[in-house]
Structure formats: structure tokens, C-alpha cells
């Protein structure tokens, strides 16, 4: 891999770590999102049942911790203290009575392992028709989180805000 192409991914990857982190963040103070802008409602986020996190540099130490609250768990803030970051976690985001769980990685960000809301009875071909369009609703809520990381990652704020969560100021 060329000098340039490592570069670059790995300023994707820092990337999608910080929008996990920001999402583990503003998760833990509040799990409504407030999507109105972008013609989605409200919707209910939470890491669950595992991160895993990995040193900032280096081939170094990684570690997954599994709990049923990510947000409520000590042991996540003290290893982002130590200097790791978040590379991966499983996500449960509800709208309504629609429910999604997936794994969403850092690099590739990307959300895995996807489970979409039961659609109620129907014909086959409109079963399948449904479930395209919970895929592209998760879609669209989770670039709009995005959107919103970036928008809030550009205030002055930011980073001091994120400091003062993981007790870091």
C-alpha cells in the first residue's frame, strides 16, 4: 500500500473511531436524537452488549468489553482514558415502533450484521419490499447522525466538551 493510500485510511478509520466515540458520548447523556431537520423524527440510540477498542497507535493493545449498557459502564471511559479508541460496537436504534440492531465499524465505516424490524404479516413480495425500505430508513438515519457528528466536530467546543465527558479536563 502506497504512502498516500495508508494515509488516507487511516485518517477514515480516526474518522469513523471519533464518530463512534461521539456517538458512545452523546449516548450516554442522552439517547434521543433529534432528526427533524433531516425529515426523520426522533430517534433512540444505544450501544449495547459489546465495543471494542484499540490503541491510538501502533500495533498495540485491543480489547472488547461486553456488558448489557455500554454507556453505563466505567471500564469503557477508563480504556478511552488510557489512550484507545473505538473501532467497533454493536448499536440498537429505534423510531416509533420500528427497531434496528447492527455492528458498526470504524473501518470501513460501515454498519454489519444488520437486523431490521419484523415487518407485519404480509405477501411475500411486499415483505420483501418492506424490508428494503427499513433497510434504506437505517440508512438514512445513520447518515444523518453522521451529518450531525460532522456539523458538531467543527464547533470550538467540541473536543473540550469530549474531554470533560471522559473526565480528561
Known amino acids: 500500500m502506497r504512502r498516500k493510500e495508508r494515509e488516507a485510511a487511516q485518517a ?5 473511531q471519533e464518530f463512534i466515540l461521539w456517538l458512545y458520548w452523546r449516548s450516554s447523556s442522552d439517547p434521543y ?6 425529515g426523520l423524527g426522533n430517534v433512540d440510540l444505544h450501544l449495547e452488549e459489546q465495543i471494542t ?3 491510538l497507535h501502533g500495533e498495540g493493545y485491543r480489547e472488547t468489553i461486553q456488558t448489557r449498557e455500554i454507556a453505563e459502564h466505567d471500564d469503557v471511559r477508563t480504556s478511552i482514558q488510557t489512550g484507545r479508541l473505538p473501532v467497533a460496537t454493536r448499536v440498537r436504534v429505534a423510531r416509533g415502533k420500528a427497531e434496528w440492531q447492527f455492528v458498526l465499524t470504524a473501518l470501513p465505516l460501515a454498519m454489519k450484521s444488520i437486523k431490521l424490524p419484523v415487518p ?3 405477501a411475500d413480495e411486499e415483505t420483501v419490499h ?3 425500505i427499513q433497510m434504506e430508513e ?3 438515519i445513520m447518515r444523518a447522525l453522521f451529518q450531525t457528528f460532522l456539523i458538531e466536530r467543527t464547533n470550538d467546543t467540541f473536543v473540550g466538551d469530549i474531554k ?4 480528561l479536563e
Do not use: C, P, T, V
Not at 477514515?12 to 469513523?16: I, N, R
Open 138 to 140: 437505517i440508512d438514512n
Open 164 to 167: 470533560r465527558f471522559l473526565g
Open 120 to 122: 407485519d404479516k404480509a
Open 130 to 132: 418492506l424490508r428494503l
Open 53 to 55: 477498542l484499540e490503541s
Open 33 to 38: 436524537f433529534y432528526l427533524e431537520s433531516f
Open 12 to 16: 477514515a478509520q480516526f474518522l469513523g
